[in-house]
């Protein structure tokens, strides 16, 4: 949300982290939409407008708030939009993909230049001699190229390689680097992604061998279960 | 009056034949299933200690291919000749409870034990030969259809097909019995395709789990499967998630080829004239003119005062100038998401008159990309995709996915925490 209207953003958290009483919201389950100089009051819930929002419930507020943003208000432009795609393709013959599929499928396998990562990368807990970040670079240089896209699509949630190399990867605030992080689980443990901020935590691992055995298992079978990003 | 009693007669008189030969066959395999299949079973394991090249010239039991033939009869017999014929290849066979009765009298289970025996003893020689797994994994990651080194990836993939290949028959003959929908099961669980609703149900599901790695090898090799014996691969939302990427692909370039042809012989190929200007409402006027069926025929895009024969050299250009302007922020179609990376619709793109018709243009023209083959450097947010593939959208992962606001409050980071560990969990 927070990247699309920062504003918004700031408003619902403040929601979330006092009370409302202390800030003066007098709110309902109603949110109110800006059409260009006209508004309108819209029920987030039945009859909405009359059911004062209690900070008990303010997180279901919140979350139905986001939803209405996200897609409630958008529903119309996605219908339309999957009534030009469906013309061309029948739902029962695209569905066989999954989403990170269906990325691929439009805009192809990504050329990824595995050195321009490694040379913009920052480490947390780890050194560039250590051993896991040798082993990470060897795994890395040695994956196929769908498994590079896949590795990426693990890592910033999507399978777009930044116009001016990886120096130039985006993240919530602005340029974000891709960044490799110490895990503190144990020895062997899988590794996970932080796709808001292109961050990987490695756990360390005893052998290159295991190490890859894990890489490959999160990425390619993390795919499917993916549901955060 | 009397024709449909007489023709269900004889179907049914055929039916007891075929019965009778089917119990004869799966008598004949099952009784010298410790020599047919148990010569397999030790064929192969011999071709572990060094002579994969033996395996390879195994030729398969002609008692098993005749099972295969009679269960495909006994399952045309069984299926409702009202049916829609046209139909008959795009969806899952349905298993009349006679005919599950039929093929629950002869025990085939031990077949498909053995079946099960041999496949594990193949993965077996796949994983102990590593080089072979190895090479096999690079073609199979091969994303183009252009092979890179075709010699050494398509020598592999023989040695393994092939000795899959002596297989085919019963794998084929498994789903066959298996894999169809039975008549009994509700209409909602039918066209989930749920497990309850298969005549195999777990022990189908199992199969393909643990044989996945052999059977997308099968299907690289053999992909028409995919419109045949195995056409439950595609067909089952369950099963598709064991396909792999290129397979699916594969398939699915192919459906749309068919189309393709389908539609340029019904209505000649898509025409747009463009001028270069005006490209992204050029090409939205004219593929407003045109009905859904118009539009899958071949595209031929040509500029205005600019010779040039469309060979996809001008396509190319075409998809490529539109996958930029369709997020022009003029036409306030789109919004990007704050990392610039990923797009969805904006929401007051009502400021736009025509914005919906221009949505489904936009649609339009993303789908004729994806059918055609081109790609498009347009990437859009996770829950645009998961609506393009009829997936339900999560409440939280909506919250989530762009940044949930909880994202500096500690409990929700630990959620996410959670969240990830969770997803990198088996």
Known sequence: ?229 | MQEPVINSYLCRTNMQTHYNQLRAAAQVVGDSSDDAEGSAVTSVSGAINGTPSSAVTLSTNTTELKLLRVTQTLHSLCTDPNRDQSKKNDEIPTASQELVDLLEGIDLESLWEQLNACLSIVSVLEGVTKLTEEEDKLNTDDDDDDDSNPKEGKKLQNSVAGLLTRFLPIIEAFFVVNACLLDSADEEARKGYTVEALVGGESLMKFIQTNKVLLNALLRSTPSLLDKGLRAMVHIPRCTVFLDFDVKRFWFKQQMRKLRSQASRRHGSLRLAIRRTFVFEDAYRQLSLRNADELRGRLHVTFANEEGVDAGGLSREFFGILAKEMFNPNYALFTSTEDGCTFQPNQRSSINRDHLDYFRFVGRIVGKAVADGFLLDAHFTRSLYKHMLGLKVRKSFFFLSQISHYHSTNTALSFILSRHTMTCKP
């Not at chain 1, 432009?77 to 066989?96: E, N, R, V, W």
Request: charged content about 25%.
């Open chain 1, 1 to 229: 949300m927070q990247a699309i209207d920062p504003d918004y953003y700031k408003n619902l958290k403040m929601i979330l982290d006092y009370n409302l009483e202390d800030i003066g919201l007098d709110l309902t389950f109603s949110t109110i939409t800006h059409w260009f100089g006209r508004s309108q009051t819209v029920d987030l819930v039945p009859n909405g407008r009359n059911i004062p929002v209690t900070d008990k419930d303010k997180e279901k507020y919140v979350n139905l708030v986001c939803q209405h943003r996200m897609t409630t208000a958008i529903e119309m432009q996605i219908k339309a939009y999957l009534d030009g795609f469906y013309d061309l393709i029948k739902p029962k013959l695209i569905s066989i993909f999954t989403p990170k599929e269906l990325e691929l499928l439009i805009s192809g396998m990504p050329e990824i230049d595995i050195a321009d990562l490694k040379k913009n990368t920052d480490y947390q807990g780890y050194r560039v001699a250590d051993k896991e970040i040798v082993w990470f670079w060897n795994i890395m240089f040695s994956l196929s190229k769908s498994d590079k896209a896949a590795f990426l699509q693990f890592v910033t949630g999507s399978s777009k390689v930044p116009l001016n190399g990886f120096s130039d990867l985006q993240g919530m605030r602005g340029t974000q680097k891709f960044a490799i992080h110490k895990a503190s689980g144990p020895t062997g443990a899988l590794m996970s992604a932080h796709t808001c901020f292109n961050s990987l935590d490695l756990p360390t691992y005893s052998s290159e061998e295991e190490m890859k055995e894990k890489l490959l298992y999160a990425i390619t079978e993390g795919a499917g279960s993916f549901q955060f990003s």
